[in-house]
T-cell receptor
Framework: GAGVSQSPRYKVAKRGQDVALRCDPISGHVSLFWYQQALGQGPEFLTYFQNEAQLDKSGLPSDRFFAERPEGSVSTLKIQRTQQEDSAVYLC???????????????FGSGTRLTVV | EDQVTQSPEALRLQEGESSSLNCSYTVSGLRGLFWYRQDPGKGPEFLFTLYSAGEEKEKERLKATLTKKESFLHITAPKPEDSATYLCAVQAKNSGYALNFGKGTSLLVTP
């Protein structure tokens, strides 16, 4: 596709529910990132994939957060037993190969706004 | 630990009134410093990457500069369509490819 596509755009979950957020990166992009952006804050790194390999998951805030990219394209971020502090915008970004992101910037999707009530 | 601090938090300018946004950073080995623009309800949009002190890049009314401790985003004769949040991020050589973002500067340009 022309850009990074994320779905759903908005998600309201009751506390304790599980949610799954989807990211469709630009076709052929090797690198994929997930970031969490709280209101009025900058994005915070969650995890990084190179193809299907999850190379860095140091930013995942707890073991309730899980991400996968089984075929090296679409990625899913899953949050189990959601809590109010999980309310945020979840952004996905991709680039052709890791270091081209530095010259052309990583391309971000518009994000999924998660509200836990 | 890598740190990125942006100032001011918010800035209001009249159309045509030039100004600068600041990004102070500490990082153990800079791979790149990024500037992004973010409009409400959208993801960050890439503007520039700077790699070493002394480097400058320009795009329309925007010019980014870099020293060993900070980066400036200069906005010359801004227009209302330049209103957005401007985010600065650093990528360290020894911490994979993750970007460490500041909180951003919210810019409002009034006619």
């Amino acid at each position: 596709g022309a850009g990074v596509s994320q779905s759903p755009r908005y998600k309201v979950a009751k506390r304790g529910q599980d949610v799954a957020l989807r990211c469709d990166p630009i076709s052929g992009h090797v690198s994929l990132f997930w970031y969490q952006q709280a209101l009025g804050q900058g994005p915070e790194f969650l995890t990084y994939f190179q193809n299907e390999a999850q190379l860095d998951k140091s930013g995942l805030p707890s073991d309730r957060f899980f991400a996968e990219r089984p075929e090296g394209s679409v990625s899913t971020l899953k949050i189990q037993r959601t809590q109010q502090e999980d309310s945020a915008v979840y952004l996905c970004a991709s680039s052709l190969v890791p270091l081209t992101g530095t010259d052309y910037g990583y391309t971000f999707g518009s994000g999924t706004r998660l509200t836990v009530v | 630990e890598d740190q990125v601090t942006q100032s001011p938090e918010a800035l209001r300018l009249q159309e045509g009134e030039s100004s600068s946004l600041n990004c102070s950073y500490t990082v153990s080995g800079l791979r790149g410093l990024f500037w992004y623009r973010q409009d409400p309800g959208k993801g960050p949009e890439f503007l520039f990457t700077l790699y070493s002190a002394g480097e400058e890049k320009e795009k329309e009314r925007l010019k980014a500069t870099l020293t060993k401790k900070e980066s400036f985003l200069h906005i010359t004769a801004p227009k209302p369509e330049d209103s957005a949040t401007y985010l600065c991020a650093v990528q360290a050589k020894n911490s994979g490819y993750a970007l460490n973002f500041g909180k951003g500067t919210s810019l409002l340009v009034t006619p």
